[in-house]
């Protein structure tokens, strides 16, 4: 009988380079089928091939001083590295790597359950799929409305909100159901429910939608401050701000009253970014506004989501085709402007179109901006600077919705107020980005986009 020791070191040719340990902890239970199978196909001598490369599982694992058996490891050798596929070492390992790594299977909903039931068992499952659109729709179509509870419909409408999924059937159901139950509905709930809309930019054609909104807050402002709040953000998104919820979020009384809360800050954050709102999108709004001293800026940093993905943003690669191609002081990164709006790149332009030095510009526009003349559009806000800012913004993958059509609805909130504080945007669309293959194509396509605008700079730019 032949061991496994001595059938490694008889073979060394079978995966040169391989070490027994990372082997040994996957086929040692399996020793027994080794030996008598080893003779059943022949021997060793009958697997022998010229001399291959290293195994490159086990090089990367003692390369990386990590330890040679991990999922890697138990996958076991290639049948091209000398080992037959139906070979007792072979399945030896498959076995062993299937009892220590067992497969995991969809999450099955138990036939016996309602459809509501069913609704909620899937959306409370953590390995719920991600895009089940025609799963959730077919559950809707079957509950009854008596099975659709809040609580089912606050996990859908969060379900679609984390998942960017602007699925305009699921959404309409909850419009639909937020207006059906309003009476029953607590502020608190509602906020969850509207969540979606303002975050996937989409506002839905149930025409008692807004109206029930407005009750709601008209009737819960006073006891929840946080969510109506919350409520109003979602509306802002949506371009649907109600001006008698805003008499009253703007009020002394209001102000006064969450001054001491928690949650102040965020309150006087999503305030200012409502004041700003109001400034630039409502000019026949004529009711109170937040005082100046209660001001905060809005978004002082990039958001949590640029953030968390920074390895996966054009950014940086941008940065160095500007660097490269205008030279970095005529460019600005992640500049915040008032009232509190967060820059990908800010260049300041003269009015015959040259890049200028940052340095020599003020790169800021006022806020509140100075608008046209009485017969003018309204939405061009003049300045006394003759120096032009452009703004160019990155329009990532995940600044859309799952779609990859739609800007989600802080992203275009955040475009349009730029706009209309006088800023030229100028988009940097993902699919554009990542069509581009290496610096030498990114700086061709960004000189491209500049001179469209009317833009020119220096020879040294590159």
């Not at 895009?131 to 409408?157: C, D, G, K, N, W």
């Not at 802002?236 to 805003?246: D, E, G, H, K, N």
């Not at 500049?335 to 967060?342: A, E, F, I, N, Q």
Request: glycine share 6%.
């Amino acid at each position: 009988m032949v061991s496994i020791t001595q059938l490694h070191a008889s073979s060394p040719a079978l995966c040169p380079g391989l070490r027994c340990s990372a082997v040994w902890p996957a086929a040692a239970p399996a020793s027994t089928a080794l030996l008598s199978g080893a003779q059943q196909v022949g021997g060793p001598a009958s697997w022998r091939r010229p001399p291959r490369r290293p195994c490159a599982r086990a090089t990367a694992a003692s390369g990386t001083g990590e330890e040679p058996w991990g999922a890697a490891a138990l996958a076991g050798p290639e049948p091209h590295q000398g080992f037959p596929s139906d070979g007792p070492l072979m399945c030896a390992l498959e076995q062993e790597r299937r009892f220590r790594l067992p497969p995991k299977p969809p999450p099955t909903l138990q036939p016996g359950l309602r459809s509501g039931q069913r609704l909620e068992a899937a959306l409370s499952c953590p390995r719920f799929l991600r895009r089940p659109q025609q799963h959730l729709i077919r559950s809707l179509a079957e509950a009854r409305p008596e099975e659709l509870t809040p609580h089912v419909m606050v996990l859908l409408a969060q379900h679609l909100a984390r998942h960017r999924l602007r699925e305009p059937q699921l959404l309409e159901a909850i419009a639909h159901f937020l207006v059906v139950q309003e009476a029953q509905l607590s502020s608190k709930v509602v906020q969850k429910l509207v969540l979606p809309f303002g975050r996937l930019n989409y506002l839905p054609l149930e025409q008692q939608f807004m109206p029930c909104l407005e009750r709601i807050l008209a009737r819960e402002a006073g006891v929840a401050p946080l969510a109506t709040v919350n409520i109003l953000m979602s509306l802002c998104q949506l371009r649907c701000l109600p001006f008698r919820a805003l008499h009253f979020v703007f009020s002394p009384s209001f102000i006064n009253h969450i001054s001491g809360t928690p949650h102040a800050l965020i309150v006087r954050r999503y305030l200012s970014l409502l004041d700003t709102a109001v400034e630039l999108e409502l000019p026949g709004y004529r009711g109170p506004r937040l005082p100046r001293r209660q001001q905060v800026p809005i978004f002082p940093q990039p958001l949590i989501t640029d953030r968390a993905r920074c390895k996966y943003s054009h950014k940086d690669i941008v940065a160095e085709g500007l660097r490269q191609l205008l030279g970095e002081e005529k460019y600005r990164q992640d500049l915040t402007v008032p009232p509190g709006y967060c820059t990908d790149f800010l260049l300041c332009v003269s009015s015959s179109g040259a890049v200028l030095p940052v340095r020599t510009q003020d790169p800021f526009l006022p806020y509140p901006p100075r608008f046209c003349p009485q017969g003018q559009a309204a939405s061009q806000p003049t300045t006394h600077d003759p120096a032009q800012r452009v703004v160019l913004m990155l329009r990532e993958r995940w600044h859309f919705c799952r779609d990859g059509r739609v800007l989600l609805g802080s992203r275009a909130l955040r475009e349009r107020h730029l706009g209309l504080l006088g800023y030229q945007l100028l988009p940097l669309p993902f699919e554009e980005l990542e069509s581009q293959r290496g610096l030498p194509q990114l700086k061709s396509y960004l000189r491209q986009k500049l001179q469209a605008l009317g833009l020119r700079w220096g020879p040294e730019g590159g």
